[in-house]
């Protein structure tokens, strides 16, 4: 049982950095239709320029500074480049995300080299919070349950109580109109596009401690994130939240619990093979549950679509 | 105009063409390692230490046989066997007869198998295979051949020592194994199983485990198991960022216990462990230099660290190849026959410039050596890793770890 408890912080932690980046990239493609290949490397870019900022002034600095540099370097993206690919279609926009993404992760490797970087959280929250049967939860992670719930709220208040909000969520269904109306939709697409990358980079800042930085930070993460916004449907907070936080729990519980498939065939009622090594099923029976771990989300991407194509809380179909 | 051009230019060619091949007194040894892409870094790390070791041990001491100089000539291989079998090809091509290669595994079995046809079939220019690195046991058992020869200890004899050290720690009861998910981490999770059930039989494996490689984003639940499982040390093979990510999450999970790892230093792992990984993360490891066996080692390292301050030792035995290559060419009185240089260097004996000695056993072509068990700690580091203030420093030292560990190798000698 206390396992549990540990297993579900931890799943917490993942879910939430993941909901850091999913927000930013559900709100960009349902604004702006574009697909952000390039929005894991936004992320990996906060987490080196915090580690640049970090080894001049310590890391609190790094967290408000870094996320503001890749906010604003990717509404210059959106600027001068997204928005003249933009005329040409939805393809080139792709290509030219893809071309990012790829360009990031050599300029970084350029800069920084290719080897790990020692960024590391902060000493004031370097200790042990509490334990859960000799299970040491590092305030670390508090931290980032925190700081994840705090952003979260924030872009909620801001999104459905503020005007800027409601111009953001007119300009979502309605460019035209809103438009007509006198509003600069074209800004408030670089606005969104640099908080979206800007958000991206905060996640980096934050999850750079804790799970690495390395060139390698970017691809890790990069595939994951689409299949956490299809799930949650595009362009809702909600909806990333949930879906963050799913992954995030079914990712940790699958390794937590050495489950075999040899057990859950056998409690099917199915008998195992006599001569396992000649069996077709060989691979099945030997499987076990931390194995397929990684592949579980995108199970449940290709469940959701099926049943559900807009996602679990989308408005609209794919 | 354009014909005298032309044969102005080919005639440059051609005579610095004979140039080279008539330069007389190099010996030149090729690199064949990875020099771009994801393990740019180790390649490159490597290629640093070969030239240092050739200019300290041969060129700057006159050389050998009278004045030939060491050349390292280094071949990108990307690390793909393909790739390295095309490079041997073009190096066997431009004359050069001594092929080092190190890093993976994979590609010393392709390498081996085409240098052993090469040699059967090519009599007149045999080449020697100088396996720096690669530690699959298979090379010197089953794959082994006469021009094949292996300077780093063997992951079976690595295990071996490793497996004697947590024996002699009574209070280590409960091990821990887990390893990337592909040939090399079952090796190490297969040879640990065999070694601890063999010589430790009051010892458990609480937990044999392979993860994904390369694939994994958080290690935390992961470290989660090791620390409910009750385990004492954990035994793993990882290396790159799965090292750093599962020791960073097994030290915040609060185990205290030792992280016994192949490959967890140097190329920025030394310098992310920091003070987290002091006195957790030992390596097992064929030589290292804290505290310096000699003056001249302590010098060696200085030195090199004078010249290429972004790179380390990190493989000390580049040193020990370079220095019995030297030794078997005086031995045999040439550097161009290599089958003479063969037969000297089998069950050669010498100094190890690390400490100890070295044999070069003759039925299988292993290098018999002394093994150390190493800890990251920043107490007593003479010469830090990573330009920061932690590094390697010696626990413990088998002495000619693995002198008598059986081998299937049937040698076949020209």
Same mark, same amino acid.
């Given at each position: 049982?206390?396992?549990?408890?540990?297993?579900?912080?931890?799943?917490?932690?993942?879910?939430?950095?993941?909901?850091?980046?999913? @927000?930013?990239?559900?709100?960009?493609?349902?604004?702006?239709?574009?697909?952000?290949?390039?929005?894991? @490397?936004?992320?990996?870019?906060?987490?080196?320029?915090?580690?640049?900022?970090?080894?001049?002034?310590?890391?609190?600095?790094?967290?408000?500074?870094?996320?503001?540099?890749?906010?604003?370097?990717?509404?210059?993206?959106?600027?001068?480049?997204?928005?003249?690919?933009?005329?040409?279609?939805?393809?080139?926009?792709?290509?030219?995300?893809?071309?990012?993404?790829?360009?990031?992760?050599?300029?970084?490797?350029?800069?920084?080299?290719?080897?790990?970087?020692?960024?590391?959280?902060?000493?004031?929250?370097?200790?042990?919070?509490?334990?859960?049967?000799?299970?040491?939860?590092?305030?670390?992670?508090?931290? %980032?349950?925190?700081?994840?719930?705090?952003?979260?709220?924030?872009?909620?208040?801001?999104?459905?109580?503020?005007? %800027?909000?409601?111009?953001?969520?007119?300009?979502?269904?309605?460019?035209?109109?809103?438009?007509?109306?006198?509003?600069?939709?074209?800004?408030?697409?670089?606005?969104?596009?640099?908080?979206?990358?800007?958000?991206?980079?905060?996640?980096?800042?934050?999850?750079?401690?804790?799970?690495?930085?390395?060139?390698?930070?970017?691809?890790?993460?990069?595939?994951?994130?689409?299949?956490?916004?299809?799930?949650?449907?595009?362009? @809702?907070?909600?909806?990333?939240?949930?879906?963050?936080?799913?992954?995030?729990?079914?990712?940790?519980?699958?390794?937590?619990?050495?489950?075999?498939?040899?057990?859950?065939?056998?409690?099917?009622?199915?008998?195992?093979?006599?001569?396992?090594?000649? @069996?077709?099923?060989?691979?099945?029976?030997?499987?076990?549950?931390?194995?397929?771990?990684?592949?579980?989300?995108?199970?449940?991407?290709?469940?959701?679509?099926?049943?559900?194509?807009?996602?679990?809380?989308?408005?609209?179909?794919? | 105009?354009?014909?005298?051009?032309?044969?102005?230019? #080919?005639?440059?060619?051609? +005579?610095?063409?004979?140039?080279?091949?008539?330069? *007389?007194?190099?010996?030149?040894?090729?690199?064949?390692?990875?020099?771009?892409?994801?393990?740019?870094?180790?390649?490159?790390?490597? +290629?640093?230490?070969?030239?240092?070791?050739?200019?300290?041990?041969?060129?700057?001491?006159?050389?050998?046989?009278? #004045?030939?100089?060491? =050349?390292?000539?280094?071949?990108?291989?990307?690390?793909?066997?393909?790739?390295?079998?095309? =490079?041997?090809?073009?190096?066997?091509?431009?004359?050069?007869?001594?092929?080092?290669?190190?890093?993976?595994?994979?590609?010393?079995?392709?390498?081996?198998?085409?240098?052993?046809?090469?040699?059967?079939?090519?009599?007149?220019?045999?080449?020697?295979?100088?396996?720096?690195?690669?530690?699959?046991?298979? +090379?010197?058992?089953?794959?082994?051949?006469?021009?094949?020869?292996?300077?780093?200890?063997?992951?079976?004899?690595?295990?071996?020592?490793?497996?004697?050290?947590?024996?002699?720690?009574?209070?280590?009861?409960?091990?821990?194994?887990?390893?990337?998910?592909?040939?090399?981490?079952?090796?190490?999770?297969?040879?640990?199983?065999?070694?601890?059930?063999?010589?430790?039989?009051?010892?458990?494996?609480?937990?044999?485990?392979?993860?994904?490689?390369?694939?994994?984003?958080?290690?935390?639940?992961?470290?989660?198991?090791?620390?409910?499982?009750?385990?004492?040390?954990?035994?793993?093979?990882?290396?790159?960022?799965?090292?750093?990510?599962?020791?960073?999450?097994?030290?915040?999970?609060?185990?205290? #216990?030792?992280?016994?790892?192949?490959?967890?230093?140097?190329?920025?792992?030394?310098?992310?462990?920091?003070? *987290?990984?002091?006195?957790?993360?030992?390596?097992? =490891?064929?030589?290292?230099?804290?505290?310096?066996?000699?003056?001249?080692?302590?010098?060696?390292?200085? #030195?090199?660290?004078?010249?290429?301050?972004?790179?380390?030792?990190?493989?000390?035995?580049?040193?020990?190849?370079?220095?019995?290559?030297?030794?078997?060419?005086?031995?045999?009185?040439?550097?161009?026959?290599?089958?003479?240089?063969?037969?000297?260097?089998?069950?050669?004996?010498?100094?190890?410039?690390?400490?100890?000695?070295?044999?070069?056993?003759?039925?299988?072509?292993?290098?018999?050596?002394?093994?150390?068990?190493?800890?990251?700690?920043?107490?007593?580091?003479?010469?830090?890793?990573?330009?920061?203030?932690?590094?390697?420093?010696?626990?413990?030292?088998?002495?000619?770890?693995? +002198?008598?560990?059986?081998?299937?190798?049937?040698?076949?000698?020209?």
């Amino acid at each position: 049982m206390d396992m549990v408890l540990v297993n579900l912080i931890d799943g917490l932690v993942t879910g939430l950095l993941l909901f850091m980046l999913s @927000s930013g990239l559900t709100l960009i493609f349902s604004m702006m239709g574009v697909l952000n290949f390039a929005h894991a @490397s936004f992320y990996m870019l906060g987490a080196y320029f915090a580690y640049q900022i970090s080894t001049y002034v310590g890391f609190w600095p790094g967290l408000f500074i870094a996320p503001v540099l890749v906010g604003l370097i990717g509404a210059m993206i959106e600027r001068y480049g997204l928005r003249r690919v933009h005329q040409y279609g939805h393809v080139p926009e792709l290509i030219f995300t893809f071309g990012l993404a790829l360009l990031m992760e050599e300029v970084v490797q350029f800069f920084w080299g290719k080897n790990q970087l020692p960024y590391e959280s902060p000493k004031i929250l370097d200790f042990t919070l509490f334990s859960i049967a000799g299970n040491a939860i590092p305030a670390y992670k508090m931290f %980032i349950i925190f700081a994840a719930m705090g952003i979260f709220l924030a872009l909620l208040y801001v999104l459905t109580k503020t005007r %800027i909000g409601l111009i953001i969520q007119a300009a979502l269904r309605h460019p035209r109109t809103v438009e007509a109306l006198g509003h600069n939709v074209p800004f408030v697409f670089m606005g969104v596009f640099g908080v979206g990358t800007g958000l991206a980079g905060l996640a980096g800042v934050i999850a750079g401690p804790e799970l690495g930085t390395f060139p390698g930070m970017a691809a890790l993460l990069g595939s994951i994130v689409f299949v956490t916004i299809v799930i949650g449907g595009l362009g @809702s907070l909600w909806g990333a939240l949930l879906a963050s936080l799913l992954i995030g729990w079914i990712t940790t519980f699958a390794v937590a619990y050495n489950v075999a498939f040899a057990d859950i065939l056998e409690a099917l009622g199915l008998s195992r093979p006599a001569d396992l090594a000649s @069996s077709a099923w060989r691979d099945l029976w030997t499987l076990t549950m931390p194995q397929i771990g990684p592949i579980l989300p995108y199970l449940l991407m290709i469940i959701v679509l099926v049943f559900r194509p807009y996602g679990l809380f989308g408005k609209r179909d794919l | 105009m354009r014909t005298t051009t032309k044969l102005a230019l #080919g005639t440059a060619l051609a +005579l610095g063409l004979g140039a080279t091949t008539a330069m *007389a007194g190099t010996v030149k040894i090729a690199f064949i390692d990875p020099l771009s892409g994801p393990f740019a870094t180790t390649g490159t790390n490597g +290629l640093a230490e070969f030239k240092y070791a050739a200019d300290q041990f041969v060129n700057s001491k006159g050389g050998v046989l009278g #004045g030939d100089k060491f =050349q390292i000539v280094p071949f990108d291989n990307k690390i793909s066997p393909k790739e390295s079998l095309i =490079q041997l090809q073009v190096a066997i091509d431009q004359g050069i007869r001594f092929i080092a290669q190190g890093n993976s595994s994979g590609v010393a079995n392709a390498l081996t198998d085409a240098i052993k046809k090469h040699n059967r079939r090519n009599p007149n220019d045999r080449v020697l295979f100088l396996n720096y690195s690669a530690v699959d046991p298979a +090379l010197t058992n089953a794959k082994c051949n006469f021009w094949h020869f292996r300077f780093d200890a063997n992951a079976d004899i690595k295990m071996d020592a490793l497996t004697d050290v947590i024996k002699a720690n009574k209070k280590l009861k409960r091990t821990y194994l887990i390893g990337q998910d592909y040939s090399f981490g079952k090796a190490v999770a297969a040879a640990a199983v065999r070694d601890i059930s063999a010589k430790i039989p009051d010892m458990k494996i609480v937990g044999n485990e392979l993860h994904p490689i390369g694939r994994v984003k958080d290690f935390t639940p992961y470290a989660r198991k090791i620390v409910a499982s009750g385990a004492d040390d954990v035994i793993t093979g990882n290396w790159g960022s799965d090292m750093v990510g599962l020791g960073k999450a097994v030290i915040d999970a609060g185990f205290k #216990g030792p992280i016994y790892t192949y490959y967890a230093a140097a190329t920025g792992i030394t310098r992310t462990f920091g003070a *987290a990984g002091k006195n957790i993360i030992r390596l097992v =490891q064929e030589g290292n230099y804290n505290p310096p066996a000699s003056k001249a080692v302590d010098q060696y390292v200085s #030195g090199f660290k004078a010249k290429y301050p972004n790179k380390d030792i990190t493989q000390a035995r580049i040193a020990n190849v370079i220095r019995m290559l030297k030794a078997a060419m005086e031995k045999a009185g040439t550097d161009t026959d290599v089958v003479k240089i063969a037969y000297a260097m089998e069950g050669m004996q010498m100094d190890n410039f690390w400490g100890g000695k070295l044999l070069m056993r003759a039925k299988d072509h292993q290098m018999i050596q002394d093994v150390y068990i190493t800890v990251h700690t920043d107490e007593g580091i003479t010469h830090p890793l990573d330009n920061s203030k932690y590094g390697l420093r010696t626990e413990k030292v088998i002495k000619m770890a693995g +002198l008598n560990s059986p081998t299937t190798c049937k040698m076949k000698r020209p």
